[in-house]
Each structure stands twice: as structure tokens, then as C-alpha cells.
């Protein structure tokens, strides 16, 4: 691949776009060799996603970033200054949830990165976080946002109450958001995002240079995870893509590594229910004719991407409803006897717990046996649902409408479980083995659930979003 | 022989907290072949060893360019639910293993 000429404006560029994705997600680690290798490529971008779901609703709900702060940091200190030295833009999403909340960290952690650095950087940020009060409107106005998958949690059309209802809603920002702030503002150091769709943070420059709508959702696709998609995987590498007309490159920047066309058709099966096609705002990527081929050792080309429009432009919000107050106890039991019995003894146990706590209202809490070493991993898809093993272990998870509540449950439960008596119990001292204090009840926190999880019709992509260009550190 | 003896990669994760996605993968192009023919990799199967109603299965693909099989179906319990022992849904992949290939 050929070295080139670093652009420093926004100059459309037909020809091709080197861009490089850093990571797999920011905070997972960014190497700062493969960096260095990228940028004698001539990167025209930096791009690297950090927002997810697949740590669960506790972050969107509570606005706390997935990853810790001192990760996130160490990351974008990397990208930042990277993307100043070769002096092209990077384009993030970070903090994990894409509550505003995390976006704000993020701004903060990368404010106070060009402070110790001694940088001055105009940097745009995408706020994520959706006013429920618009949401309202729009869909009192006759908007349907219909669930995208068909779980019977969801509504299949939201509801105002719904929406009302939940904690905190984002919305998946789309590249149309990330290419009108660079377009409006040329010379923008970066692009801050909270929520995004992982895919847009890389398609949003090819698209923005008129690359095919396709091949550039797909790029985005392959290169979302850093060298992920490369072999061996690592999810704290990066992985360089070059666009062109009609295909683009792929090749990871750590000579440990090399994408193979397994490697990168593997990846596309990552965490997607759809190999071949997959929904987008505004479309369909149709992978299902695509080809891979070896071009050198390391570097795959790809080929024959398909992009099927829809005929709205529809953008995925996700909402969180705080569901409740969790209280843990976690506990062994190696007694033969017991685990012999643990059915029955459960079973026993809760009637006595349901009985003690009868007074209170019908669906405040939920108490949960979740016996490990028997189908606690699996449940009701567990083929073998009995204790096989000598010792096993009994999380007794109990969700209540306080704190305090599901702590006494919690604490009711694991002392009934652990002096009750059963047919031919020797260990009449006490059933359960509990590893450290406090052991009775672990106050866990604040329990939430994905409520939305919609598809909102828009007239315009960038219509729910806060934008706005901040110049750093500030003051 | 079971499909962990013929398979390189057999792995699960969720796509999305509602459906669970798995993937095998393998190195050997007979084994992938030797899979694919069987026809052992059905919705019938997949709802069978995880005792879910064939309706559930979103699909099952099987893709020659990387040898992989991907299977997808929606979750009895959503990955957040207060009973569900599985949030990143990435070991769902057991009751695969066992399956009988002719």
C-alpha cells in the first residue's frame, strides 16, 4: 500500500480513504506501536467506537461509563494525540452507554488530555440522550417506533407511557449526524459521540467523499472491532482499511497478525443474528454476495456489497426502566445430603420465605435460587438439569422495590436456608458455606430492564440530536 | 461423531438482549461439508436441545466462504431479565456440543 501525502482539509477525495480502526472499543486498549504504523500509511482518520449494550441496561440506567475511567483515558489519550500529530481527525463514540452522563466524562477525560498535552483542539460533540418529552410528542403526533426485535417484553408500537416510564433513552447516532458537523465545520480536530451506530463512526467519511453507500456500511462493518477481524484476534488492536470504488482493503498493523478471508467473513457473524443482511438506518447491508480474497500475506480485499434502501430513515432508540433493588448471597454447599435434596430444601425455604413476607403487596419482590453446578448458567435450555458434581453453589439473587427491602429478604432467605432441616441432615450447625462477609445480603443496587429497544421513523437523521462544537481544554 | 469433535469454533454470544446467536466455524472443509449434508443443523434441532418452540428460531445460515454455521433464535428469558444467568449470552453453547453428526 502506498504512502501518501497527509490532507489537512476536507477536500473531497475520490481515489481512496485510508482510515484506521484503533480498538475493538475505547478502553479495551489501544496499541500504540500499531498506531504508529498506521499513521505512515497516511490515515486520513482515526475511528474507534466505545458504546455498547452487551453490558446490560445497569449503565444507561445509572449514566455510569462501562469501562473505568483511567481506561478510558489511557485510550483516548492515545487517539487523540495520534490523530493531532498526523493531523487528521478522529471520530469516537465513548463512555459506553451514551447517556449523557458518559459523554460528558468523555468530554471532560479528553478536555483534560489536551491540557496536560498542551493541545487546542476544536472537537464536535454528538449528545445521544433523547428529550422524552419530544419522543412524546412525536409519537402523540402518530409516529409508530416499532420494536426491533419480537420479544414479549417489548411493546410492539411504544407507547407514550412507556416512554415516560423509563430512566433514560438514547439514540443510535447515525454517520449522517458525524458527516454534517465536519462538513459544517471544516477543520474540526474530532468527533465526539455518545451512542452510535458502531458501524456509521467508520462509513461516515467514505460516505461523506461519495463512496458507494454499500461498500461503505460494510467497510464499517469489518473494521468496527479493530483486529478483531484479523488473525489472531485481539480486542486492544487495530486494524488499517483503505476504500476505493468499488472495494476496499483490510489489513491489521501488528505483524503478530494477518486477515485472512476467514477472518473477516468470521467477523461479520460477531454478535449478529444475520450473516448475510443486516438492518440499518435508512437500509439493509446485503453481504450475501460479497467476495474475500487474499491480497497479500495480511491483507484482505472485499468486494460486492449490496445496500438495500428502505423507504424511511428509521433510527433505533434504546430506553432503560429501573426495575427494582437487588440483594445477593452467594454460598457453597458441599454437603451430600443436602445437595441430594436441594430441590425439596428450596422449594421448603421459599414457601417459608413467601409466608414470613406475606404481608407485603403481590409482585414486590422476586426471589431467585440460582443453584451453580446444576443449570444456573443455562436454565430452561439446560439438557442435563441435575446436580452431578460434590459441591455446588446457591445465589440467592432477590429483587425488591428498595434497597433496604431486598436486603432483608435477602438476609430472611440465606439464614431459612441455612439452619433448615431436612431427612438425614449430620450438619445441624448451618447448610451454607458463605465465602466472605458480608454474606447474608450484598447490597447490589438499582435493577433496570431495556424497555425500548424501537425503531423511530425520522424526517431528518440528525433531527434528535444536541450537537455542538466545543473548543479545548477551555477554561 | 459429535460436533466438538468436528468443529473448531463452536461459540455463543447475544445479539442484541433478546436473541442468542451461535457460530460454528471449521478448519476442516470435510468437517464443514460432513455438518452442512447432515443436515443436523435445523430449526427442528436447534429447538429441540434447547427446548424452545420452533418459532422462536430466527434462522440458521451456513456460510461455505468462512465454513461457518450461524444459528440465531430469540431468548426464553431476555439477557436483562431478573432470572436470566447469562448477560453476555456467551455460554449458551453446551447443548450443541453433544449432537450426533451421521
Known amino acids: 500500500m502506498p504512502h501518501a501525502d497527509r490532507p489537512q482539509t476536507y477536500e473531497p477525495r475520490t481515489d481512496e480513504l485510508r482510515i484506521y480502526s484503533a480498538t475493538s472499543f475505547v478502553g479495551h486498549g489501544v496499541d500504540e506501536e500499531s498506531v504508529e504504523r498506521a499513521l505512515s500509511y497516511g490515515v486520513h482518520a482515526i475511528v474507534a467506537q466505545g458504546t455498547t449494550t452487551d453490558a446490560g441496561p445497569y449503565y444507561l440506567g445509572t449514566g455510569k461509563p462501562v469501562m473505568a475511567e483511567e481506561a478510558l483515558r489511557c485510550d483516548l489519550e492515545i487517539i487523540v494525540c495520534s490523530a493531532h500529530k498526523a493531523g487528521v481527525p478522529f471520530i469516537v463514540s465513548a463512555g459506553g452507554s451514551g ?75 447515525g454517520p449522517e449526524v458525524v458527516m454534517r458537523l465536519l462538513s459544517a465545520n471544516p477543520g474540526l480536530d474530532g468527533v465526539l459521540c455518545g451512542r452510535a451506530l458502531d458501524v456509521g463512526l467508520y462509513a461516515a467519511l467514505p460516505l461523506m467523499h461519495g463512496f458507494d453507500k454499500g461498500l461503505s456500511m460494510h467497510f464499517g462493518k469489518i473494521m468496527e472491532d479493530g483486529s478483531l477481524a484479523a488473525t489472531p484476534g485481539s480486542g486492544n488492536d487495530g486494524l488499517l482499511g483503505i476504500i476505493r470504488k468499488d472495494h476496499f482493503d483490510v489489513m491489521p498493523m501488528s505483524p503478530k497478525r494477518r486477515c485472512t478471508p476467514e477472518s473477516v467473513v468470521g467477523h461479520a457473524f460477531y454478535e449478529r443474528s444475520d450473516p448475510s443482511r443486516e438492518a440499518n438506518p435508512g437500509g439493509a447491508l446485503d453481504i450475501s454476495g460479497s467476495t474475500y480474497v487474499q491480497l497479500d500475506d495480511r491483507t484482505v480485499r472485499v468486494t460486492g456489497s449490496g445496500w438495500v434502501p428502505d423507504p424511511e430513515y428509521r433510527v433505533k432508540l434504546e430506553g432503560v426502566t429501573r426495575i427494582g433493588y437487588r440483594s445477593v448471597c ?35 419482590y422476586t426471589l431467585t435460587f440460582r443453584v451453580y453446578g446444576r443449570d444456573a448458567v443455562l436454565g430452561a435450555c439446560e439438557p442435563v438439569p441435575v446436580v452431578e458434581g460434590h459441591e455446588i453453589c446457591i445465589l440467592i439473587d432477590v429483587v425488591a422495590d428498595s434497597q433496604q427491602r431486598a436486603d432483608s429478604i435477602c438476609s430472611f432467605t440465606s439464614s431459612t436456608v441455612s439452619h433448615h432441616g431436612f431427612p438425614g441432615r449430620l450438619s445441624t450447625a448451618g447448610n451454607l458455606a458463605m465465602p466472605f462477609s458480608p454474606g447474608r445480603a450484598i447490597s447490589v443496587g438499582e435493577v433496570y430492564q431495556f424497555s425500548v429497544w424501537h425503531a423511530l421513523p425520522l424526517e431528518d437523521p440528525c433531527e434528535p440530536f444536541r450537537t455542538e462544537v466545543v473548543s479545548l481544554p477551555g477554561e | 461423531m459429535k460436533l466438538k469433535d468436528l468443529a473448531s469454533v463452536i461459540r455463543s454470544k447475544n445479539a442484541s438482549p433478546f436473541i442468542t446467536t451461535l457460530d460454528m466455524f471449521f478448519e476442516d472443509e470435510s468437517n464443514y461439508d460432513r455438518v452442512k449434508s447432515s443436515g443436523v443443523i435445523s430449526t427442528e434441532t436447534v429447538a429441540r436441545v434447547y427446548k424452545i418452540p420452533e418459532a422462536s428460531v430466527v434462522g440458521v445460515w451456513f456460510v461455505d466462504a468462512c465454513r461457518g454455521i450461524k444459528v440465531s433464535f430469540l431468548k426464553p428469558r431476555a439477557a436483562d431479565d431478573v432470572v436470566s444467568g447469562d448477560l453476555y449470552g456467551a455460554q449458551q453453547n453446551a447443548p450443541l456440543l453433544e449432537l450426533e453428526v451421521t
Open chain 1, 99 to 173: 447517556s449523557d452522563l458518559s459523554t460528558a466524562l468523555s468530554l471532560r477525560i479528553i478536555a483534560d488530555i489536551c491540557r496536560e498535552c498542551g493541545l487546542r483542539l476544536k472537537v464536535g460533540v454528538v449528545w445521544s440522550e433523547i428529550d422524552p418529552d419530544w419522543l412524546v410528542d412525536r409519537i402523540a403526533g402518530g409516529v409508530e417506533a416499532r420494536r426491533i426485535v419480537p420479544a414479549l417484553r417489548l411493546e410492539e408500537r411504544l407507547s407514550c407511557e412507556t416512554v415516560k416510564k423509563c430512566k433514560r433513552i438514547v439514540a443510535q447516532v
Open chain 1, 330 to 364: 452467594i454460598a457453597g454447599v458441599r454437603d451430600p445430603q443436602f445437595i441430594r435434596n436441594v430441590d425439596v430444601i428450596l422449594d421448603e425455604c421459599r414457601e417459608i420465605v413467601c409466608h414470613y413476607f406475606r404481608t407485603l403487596p403481590a409482585g414486590s
